[in-house]
């Protein structure tokens, strides 16, 4: 049912007022706001307000099945009489469902076009990102940088491993060992000290830090390695900087060799 006054349907649980003329129900609220009945073609003269009885929250069904309010010989108004100015209450809600049905729709798609978008970009920068990184990588792996860290790995496996051939093939021919006074020590007596010290311990650490790569401006083919080093060999630790001068050339088959090697 709907209230004439404010054109909204008359839920069940809502307070009513009905009519004792016309015997139409209105919103409580609408009947007192109007003071008296609100149907355009309501029986009688319009000018004087008809009393209407408060039904509480009966529903439509209760209020019009029973005749537990006062009636008076009074006609409804022929359908033909009533105004049809405005559209039907029940169209006027289709068309606002229809519309906020329509707007709900037009939301959701530019949502789903927002997110669709910053998937979109989100994937574009993780794939350029990757990209960049995969160049840097592979920058890396093809540099020098990379060749000589492998080569002081191989250098410190050789130490700890006490593996004397391995640490040979590491020096030039012409491989000279200065130590802390200043003495040059030739490849030969080198390996001499070297091979005692293997054979003569068991265990051997060697931790090297802090490692700076220099290259020489004119050739790029020497360069020099410098580094904090802990050196233990059993229970005795010894600690250091060390620099390890490296050269590469068509003799040494282009490969990272050391021939001179300083100890502070």
Same mark, same amino acid.
């Given at each position: 049912?709907?209230?004439?006054?404010?054109?909204?349907?008359?839920?069940?649980?809502?307070?009513?007022?009905?009519?004792?003329?016309?015997?139409?129900?209105?919103?409580?609220?609408?009947?007192?706001?109007?003071?008296?009945?609100?149907?355009?073609?309501?029986?009688?003269?319009?000018?004087?307000?008809?009393?209407?009885?408060?039904?509480?929250?009966?529903?439509?069904?209760?209020?019009?099945?029973?005749?537990?309010?006062?009636?008076?010989?009074?006609?409804?108004?022929?359908?033909?009489?009533?105004?049809?100015?405005?559209?039907?209450?029940?169209?006027?809600?289709?068309?606002?469902?229809?519309?906020?049905?329509?707007?709900?729709?037009?939301?959701?798609?530019?949502?789903?076009?927002?997110?669709?978008?910053?998937?979109?970009?989100?994937?574009?920068?993780?794939?350029?990102?990757?990209?960049?990184?995969?160049?840097?990588?592979?920058?890396?792996?093809?540099?020098?940088?990379?060749?000589?860290?492998?080569?002081?790995?191989?250098?410190?496996?050789?130490?700890?491993?006490?593996?004397?051939?391995?640490y040979r093939e590491l020096l030039?021919?012409?491989?000279?060992?200065?130590?802390?006074?200043?003495?040059?020590?030739?490849?030969?007596?080198?390996?001499?000290?070297?091979?005692?010290?293997?054979?003569?311990?068991?265990?051997?650490?060697?931790?090297?830090?802090?490692?700076?790569?220099?290259?020489?401006?004119?050739?790029?083919?020497?360069?020099?390695?410098?580094?904090?080093?802990?050196?233990?060999?059993?229970?005795?630790?010894?600690?250091?900087i060390k620099t390890l001068r490296? !050269?590469?050339?068509?003799?040494?088959?282009?490969?990272?060799?050391? !021939?001179?090697?300083?100890?502070?």
């Open positions: 049912m709907i209230c004439p006054y404010c054109n909204n349907v008359i839920k069940n649980n809502e307070e009513k007022a009905v009519c004792f003329r016309c015997e139409i129900p209105h919103h409580k609220t609408c009947w007192e706001r109007y003071q008296g009945c609100s149907t355009p073609d309501c029986y009688e003269n319009p000018t004087v307000k008809a009393n209407a009885e408060n039904v509480g929250n009966k529903t439509i069904t209760e209020i019009l099945g029973k005749d537990n309010y006062p009636k008076v010989s009074a006609v409804r108004p022929k359908p033909d009489s009533v105004q049809t100015d405005n559209p039907e209450p029940k169209e006027e809600f289709q068309e606002e469902f229809k519309t906020r049905y329509k707007e709900k729709l037009d939301f959701k798609f530019r949502r789903r076009i927002l997110l669709f978008s910053s998937i979109g970009v989100l994937s574009a920068l993780l794939i350029v990102s990757a990209i960049f990184t995969y160049i840097k990588i592979n920058e890396y792996y093809s540099s020098e940088d990379y060749r000589i860290n492998q080569f002081m790995k191989t250098w410190e496996a050789a130490w700890e491993s006490r593996d004397i051939f391995r030039d021919k012409d491989y000279q060992y200065i130590d802390k006074g200043g003495k040059a020590i030739s490849y030969d007596e080198r390996i001499k000290r070297v091979t005692k010290s293997f054979e003569s311990v068991k265990n051997i650490s060697v931790k090297v830090r802090d490692v700076k790569i220099e290259y020489e401006s004119v050739n790029k083919n020497y360069v020099n390695v410098k580094f904090n080093q802990t050196f233990s060999a059993d229970k005795k630790e010894e600690k250091g490296l !050269f590469k050339s068509d003799e040494t088959g282009n490969q990272w060799r050391v !021939f001179r090697e300083y100890y502070e």
